[in-house]
């Protein structure tokens, strides 16, 4: 039905930068909000940054600042620009959106993860 494919994690020294990228494929009729989470290894998953169909964002208290969420709606891709990586930030991120299909059902969809690693 629906696939979500993230690109972008790796190994990155504090201070450093990453962008991540997820792109959504298959039986889309449109894509409403689409976001990041991340899960650091022993914790619960949590919001790192989300956007709506019309650009309206909000971001965790901890990457807020440090972070940017932006879409392209015509790629059914949205992006995080993260700077000044904290070695809390290791993790990995998985990439959801809220899709409506061509044969009308509305669901939630995740990728697969990424893993960003904040170490010297």
């Known amino acids: 039905q629906v696939q979500l494919v993230e690109s972008g994690g790796g190994l990155v020294q504090p201070g450093g930068s990453l962008r991540l990228s997820c792109t959504a494929s298959g039986n889309i009729f449109t894509i409403n909000a689409m976001g990041w989470y991340r899960q650091a290894p022993g914790k619960q998953r949590e919001l790192v940054a989300r956007?709506?169909?019309?650009?309206?964002?909000n971001y965790a208290d901890s990457v807020k600042g440090r972070c940017t969420i932006s879409r392209d709606n015509a790629k059914n891709t949205v992006y995080l620009q993260m700077n000044s990586l904290k070695p809390e930030d290791t993790g990995v991120y998985y990439c959801?959106?809220?899709?409506?299909?061509?044969?009308?059902?509305?669901?939630?969809?995740w990728g697969q993860g990424t893993q960003v690693t904040v170490s010297s």
């Open positions: 956007i709506s169909d019309v650009g309206t964002t």
């Open positions: 959801n959106a809220l899709i409506r299909l061509r044969s009308g059902g509305l669901g939630t969809y």
